[in-house]
């Protein structure tokens, strides 16, 4: 009997040892995972950088010193912080400079902080010790904050990868084009950091299994092979931006994504603008154009409410006269615009308040006119319909003229087939209309077929002025590669607003009255603010600027050159340029402009209807296409 009671002491404690060496080992195959070894990585890169955040110097000196180190440190971990904390990336750590607002958080806005404004302390000309001191004590703080959240946040395999992918589309659209490095224009040598941290990242998950191993290698390959390349040239104006997206980021980020793809990582729940998952480059037709619609997943008899739209968006049938129509002012002959300064009235007589824009490309944006009053292409359309001096006419006033076309209910009932507006709503029409302007996109310009891989496409000047576009010149740092207009890659989820000081008229006296998008948020630092606008198709698409100030090309080169409406001294304070002028030479300007004429694209535009839906009242059926005026 003791013998046995021994040997049951034997065996449970023989059992007890198994299971705390399980344990023991499950803890430790946690601790090695490649996400925890992620987390320690970024952990590790914090702590370096919060020494030199907590350094008090005061001279000028030690505190460039610790921005650069700062500076390398962050980098290295951007792909981290942008994705699991964009909201303290945007407006503590390293937002432009600009305040920011957002309509969501009602009237408080924030104040530029972080990485910028010391940057513009220590490289500007207003160079200010105590006020850099202070910027740096407000970065320590927040990013101890998120030093001490990483320490528990849950990585998820999906996450970690979409947040590394995320990255390459970053460096082409903002890291390489002065969007954070505006001033010391150090561009270049802080992409090095930036795939320092992505290949120490990268290199974790090597170890998962021996099936991967070949396609690691080939990474890394092409992350030193970029980094090789930064390095043979760090002058920011003199880099060929080009050469390096079409040689060196995108097959690198077609291998990352290949990568992860064979280590069977499946896609998180988060919906993003951009394919993560296909084998492609990064090119303006990945970029999803559901991302920005009202509901991303409303694509049932999406072809047929299209068709409709069309129909819709040419008949003037649509306004309180039954003479205009969405196309007076966004003719196809014109790109979509009219090719006045600005659009005639409803009337016919007077003017509305500011220039038609092109349609094309319009749907990749989440703001919508120039002040960015709307959310949406569907409530867009519908304010142009309500709106009293453009088509001026009521709700209830064009449903009930709609239900007078046997045609026209037909239709709807068709492209709305088993819903409430199958009957003619007024929701309907701005639907209608909204899925139209979404397929008026120019994804197939020369640049475009140069960016897929055709290297034929451009010439010297035109690749040259993209260089100067993304560097010297700084216009890559408001309209973002590759749609370039202002929606801020790789989230694509806000759109930017700029205090140009567009003039009055062309003598440049004086700046234009209009508020801009003060009059939306009834905040001073937006007084004269625009919404970024597209620059496709840009040479058939004048005249410029949100008034229709200047007809030619040359003429908007210039504004810019000038430094905006300070550099003809009109003094506007919240100015939002980031350079006072861009002293381009006559060559330059040339090359500027030659690229700016490479991103015309005319293969998808979209002629007017053959004819339009008959009504039961006849004179309704002698309506012009498109509209009278």
Request: some cysteine; hydrophobic content about 35%.
């Amino acid at each position: 009997m003791g013998r046995y009671r021994n040997n049951k002491r034997f065996i449970v404690l023989f059992c007890f040892l198994i299971v705390i060496i399980s344990v023991s080992f499950k803890q430790e195959a946690v601790l090695l995972s490649p996400e925890n070894e992620c987390r320690s990585y970024v952990l590790n890169q914090l702590d370096t950088l919060l020494i030199f955040t907590k350094k008090t110097s005061l001279d000028k000196s030690s505190q460039t010193k610790n921005y650069l180190i700062t500076r390398k440190h962050f980098k290295r971990i951007e792909f981290f912080i942008e994705y699991y904390s964009s909201f303290q990336a945007k407006y503590f750590i390293n937002g432009p400079l600009v305040p920011k607002y957002e309509i969501e958080f009602g009237e408080k806005y924030y104040k530029p902080q972080g990485f910028q404004v010391i940057e513009e302390n220590l490289f500007g000309s207003n160079y200010n010790s105590s006020q850099t001191q202070h910027q740096f004590k407000l970065l320590d703080s927040v990013l101890s904050e998120l030093k001490l959240y990483y320490q528990n946040i849950t990585l998820e395999r999906a996450n970690l990868s979409e947040a590394i992918k995320l990255q390459f589309i970053r460096i082409m659209s903002l890291n390489l084009n002065g969007y954070d490095c505006t001033i010391n224009k150090n561009n270049v040598t802080e992409c090095v950091n930036v795939f320092e941290g992505l290949a120490n990242v990268i290199n974790n998950y090597n170890k998962l299994t021996d099936g991967v191993k070949p396609s690691h290698a080939i990474v890394q390959q092409k992350i030193i092979a970029s980094i090789k390349q930064l390095k043979i040239n760090t002058d920011n104006d003199s880099f060929n931006r080009l050469l390096f997206i079409t040689k060196f980021i995108n097959p690198t980020f077609v291998f990352v994504k290949q990568f992860f793809n064979q280590l069977k990582v499946k896609p998180s729940a988060v919906n993003y603008a951009v394919n993560l998952y296909n084998n492609k480059p990064f090119t303006f037709s990945e970029i999803e154009i559901q991302h920005f619609a009202l509901y991303r997943n409303d694509t049932v008899n999406k072809k047929l409410q299209t068709q409709l739209g069309h129909l819709l968006f040419f008949d003037p049938a649509l306004s309180g006269n039954n003479q205009r129509a969405c196309a007076s002012c966004h003719q196809p002959s014109k790109q979509f615009t009219d090719g006045l300064d600005k659009s005639l009235a409803v009337n016919g007589k007077n003017k509305i308040q500011r220039n038609s824009p092109t349609l094309l490309n319009a749907a990749y944006q989440k703001l919508y006119f120039y002040d960015g009053r709307l959310f949406n292409l569907e409530e867009q359309a519908g304010e142009v319909l309500h709106n009293i001096f453009e088509m001026n006419i009521d709700e209830k006033e064009l449903v009930a003229k709609l239900k007078q076309s046997t045609e026209y209910k037909n239709l709807f009932s068709k492209a709305f087939k088993n819903t409430q507006d199958s009957a003619i709503t007024f929701y309907a029409v701005m639907k209608s209309i909204a899925e139209y302007i979404r397929i008026l996109n120019t994804t197939n310009s020369r640049f475009d077929k140069y960016i897929d891989g055709n290297l034929t496409q451009l010439n010297f000047n035109e690749i040259n002025g993209y260089n100067l576009f993304t560097g010297k010149a700084l216009c890559g740092s408001c309209h973002f590669f590759p749609v370039f207009n202002g929606t801020v890659p790789p989230f694509y989820n806000d759109n930017e607003f700029e205090v140009l000081g567009v003039p009055e008229t062309s003598q440049n006296l004086s700046i234009d009255s209009d508020i801009g998008r003060e009059a939306i948020t009834k905040m001073n630092i937006h007084k004269y603010a625009f919404k970024t606008p597209s620059i496709r198709n840009i040479q058939y698409t004048a005249p410029y600027m949100h008034n229709g100030v200047y007809k030619t090309l040359d003429e908007v080169l210039n504004f810019y050159n000038k430094g905006g409406g300070n550099g003809f001294g009109f003094n506007i304070q919240n100015q939002t340029l980031p350079f006072d002028s861009l002293q381009l030479s006559k060559t330059e300007l040339g090359e500027l402009k030659a690229f700016l004429v490479c991103l015309v694209d005319t293969s998808s535009e979209l002629k007017k209807p053959k004819t339009l839906p008959k009504f039961n009242n006849p004179v309704l059926n002698n309506r012009k296409i498109g509209g009278e005026y």
